[in-house]
């Protein structure tokens, strides 16, 4: 995984095997793990589909202010509509839904309060 500086926008640039994707980081809403797939949900409905692991991006996100909610699921609090407590799910701006798990309630709790 590369990244780079492009016109003061943090870009993070994908290298698959045939492909070459570039996403930026400030529209990312959403990712979404599907076994050995990434789904990157972005702000205005587009999504981009990666053959890597959302482990493969944990770490360097996660410096970037994305939170782990969920073993399928890294959200970018900047879009977080809306927190159900009782049922355990975050409503992101664009609709999508992320579970969150019991171990990571935690960490959701210290930054909604």
């Known amino acids: 995984m590369k990244t780079y500086q492009q016109k003061g ?3 993070l640039l994908i290298i698959n095997q045939k492909t070459l ?3 930026l980081l400030q529209n ?3 990712l979404k793990s599907n076994v050995n797939y ?3 949900y972005l702000q205005y409905g587009k999504e981009k589909v990666v053959a890597h ?3 493969f991006f944990e770490d360097y996100l996660e410096t970037r ?3 782990r909610v969920h073993r399928s699921f890294m959200i970018n609090p900047n879009f977080v509509k809306e ?3 009782k049922q355990e799910f975050i409503t992101m701006i664009n609709g999508h839904k992320a579970t969150i798990s019991r171990r990571r309630k935690c960490i959701l709790k210290d930054f909604v309060e």
Do not use: I, Q, R
């Open 53 to 55: 692991t959302l482990k």
């Open 28 to 30: 990312v809403v959403l």
């Open 65 to 67: 202010g994305f939170l």
């Open 9 to 11: 926008n943090e870009s």
């Open 21 to 23: 994707k570039k996403v």
């Open 38 to 40: 990434t789904t990157f």
């Open 83 to 85: 927190y159900n407590h």
